[in-house]
């Protein structure tokens, strides 16, 4: 139990991030796994929601999809899948959506449609959008979890799939938007936050190990950084047993 | 009340070349089968209408069954992209695919208008996003008591909607259970509607999270034990998460892909 | 999570005088324990929304707790007039009593709207009538795709609704079945919500055609075993028809109707 | 078995004009009795839908109000009332629907809000429109049951709560009102249906025993009479002994 990667540094951290939240709509992947993960250790009570339709779901072990039987299985309620969009997630019942991402900006907008790969090739195709546009418009707080590199932190989105801030701090209010949009992006090497004034994302923590210059370097904009950097704490050994158990369940 | 058919009767009977298609189940009771019959059949020039369009559609985009495609989430759920997918609309194989794309939100309101004989719904959606720059299916409405701007989307009709469920009676009255998606609007917001199943029963008894759809509501019944595989029935069998896996590698590749088709769908009736 | 408290309490801690309260229950789960605890506690000037007020609502209108009504069936089912009702708008009695009137598709959409967080809703419906005549609360919307005008329906949020369930576990979430009507979406349009149950189990067991509300979307649950009646609840009581048949005669006179609330529910806690 | 009561006379002929129905939007009442008769005698297969979520109930004894426990026990489906009115009603996939009246004009438009007593009194209360006003714009055809008075049969309504044929032929394609709308009117005296040219009430057929003349002055309106006035086949000893099981049930 001494290292660790920094899939799970991220993976930890997301799931910390996650304090104080009573019900989360968690998307899959990197977003599943935090949430799951706070559920085991810190949360016992966190109410998952999966837009597959299962509200309070408690997987034994991490679904590979939103739709695996275990979430209906598990969940204190299964609803349709225009219910769960509307009823539960357009009403701004939610507090907090988890999300991962394919492109963010320095304002945490997503892009998880296409990417320009150059005048002479055909755009490439990423998933789309999924449940993310109106998980990130209508959930009270919006967590990012993504690996970081410059092919994923990008100075322009190809697309805007999902609004964070848009283009600054009074973007999301003349949007009508619900919440309060994106509160902390979680990556393999720290934490990003949108500043309270500008909006921008932030460096305010680096994991153990980090330097600033690394995250600097794998960031495709002219990255600010907070007057002070703080260093997250390690996972403990309760969080790394719990995870690594859970991954392989 | 539902006519009970083989799938192949089924299949030729509802479905045509250049129909609009819908075939749902999130994740949960997807209609393989029957996306199999549609190859095996050589239907063509299909718009292809689903939430997720998932191997299922890989499948169908890759055998040349679609001119377009409608959806919100085209990836391999868990495992990564869909390579016929990104091949048909990147490089025109082996044609190439018109998109209209949307938000989970929006599809599923979509096909609420479509069930609830409306032109349209309205969302609370696509707000800020590039989404309805490429597409002629979300507009604006205002609310006429607080001035808000909504979005509003387009209904779908699909010419027929294709669902598998768990069971059916003897009248074609259908029960599913577990995540039911958004099956029943997709299936009322059809013109025609094929539900394939694990079993036909004598009778339908009522489950806990059952979604009943009555006999006169549905087209045609085909009995197709195991008709959701890889995907799954709840109570009968469990999602083959191998199959999803196995598919990167199989589909990554034409010429592997076709020979999968051949060997898997069209050689096999 | 819910609060599990008496319905004294409940009652006492979430509805207020000049609230608009919403009871719901289409014939069935009729929440009548909680009216009569909102007649003891002397409330006053409510708006009452209901689909179909019901005899519940001619005890608290005649009982004077009403400022205004919104609803689409005021009639006693199967039987005749709600008299104290009538009087109330006929007459005045004990008060004037202003009516906000839609049909059952409006109500019900209003409270999916409302349930939705959307500020109104779009039906096909009121066309050709003199409904819209007499409610600011219906309008018109154009398809922004065909050109078609259709009615919208203000959003109804309630300040609280109240529903009556058959079970509650320890968490508060609850569980409904058999006829479970718009009681969903009026629960999730209200800004606070009470649900009375007729007992609350260590654990709910899902049933066929089960309506399961989280707990984390209710304020406060109080059990009432029989808070129904006469209306009823499946598997635990069958409607008291003879109630409502009597209960003609009881309203039909303000002294008899008067004396009924004072003997049946002022006095009795 | 020999003879029978005006309201026998009505409800006999009132499920016997189900004939050809697959389904009915049912209202409480009369329509309910009619709608439950048709089942026990020529149509068992009749799918009868309630508004209060029933779909394809089978009652064994006539239900008092329309949320009677048994509905829902022996329904095929049970869905919420939202969903019935939007994704049933609606939509326009029930054959027929079934209404009672309070008042009624020569196009079979229908009010049961509210009568006008006279400028000296407070206009009259009935119960309000319910599902009525959709049932009669959505069906495929509409079947219309009520007793035959200058009370009921009014030369103008106090108020337009479900529109039959508006005020003439073309009102409701131009209304753009899905079904075709009311087709017969069935009272105690008779049947009166649309005249296929200008969409008016004409009597058609009156039941045994009763004289035009009889229908004539119990219209509150000047009613216009078809060239042949049919006399409806008297109820059968079947038809009255289901009808009176029923009741007695």
New interface residues.
Partial sequence: MTGWTPDELMTVNAARALAGARTCFVGIGLPSAAANLARRTAQPELVLVYESGALGAKPSRLPLSIGDGELADTADAVVSVPEMFNYWLQAGRIDVGFLGAAQLDRYANINTTAVDRGPDRPEGRLPGAGGAPEIAASCGAVLIVLRHSTRNMVDRLDFVTSVGHGSGPRDRSRLGLLGKGPVAVITDLGILRPDPGTAELTLTEVHPGVTVEQVRAATGWPLKIAGTVAVTGPPTPAELAALRAMKAA | MAELATLREAVAELIHDGDVVAMEG???LIPFAAAHEVIRQGLADLTLVR??PDVVYDQLIGAGAARKLV?????N???G??HR??DA???GWPHPLEVD?????GM??R??AG?????????????????ASRTS?V????????G???A?V?ALNPDVTVIHAQQADRAG?VQLW?????Q??AA?AARRVLVTVEEIVDRLT?????????G??ITAVAEVPGGAHP??A?GYS??D?GF?QAWDAVSRDRDTFTAWIRDNILERP
Same sequence: chains 1, 4.
């Fill in positions: 999130f994740t949960h939430m997720t959806f919100s989430w085209g990836g759920p868990g495992v992209s869909l997918f990104r609309v990147e490089n794309e949307h938000s989970h939100a599923a309101n096909y609420v069930a609830s004989g409306l032109p349209f719904a309205v969302v609370r959606a696509y707000r800020g996003t590039d989404l299916t507009s604006t409405v205002t609310c006429p008591f607080t808000e701007k909504l509003a387009a009255n577990g995540l039911t998606g958004v029943k609007e009322l009522p489950r806990p999270g059952g979604v009943v759809l009555p006169w509501a995907s799954y709840a469990v999602r998460n999803y």
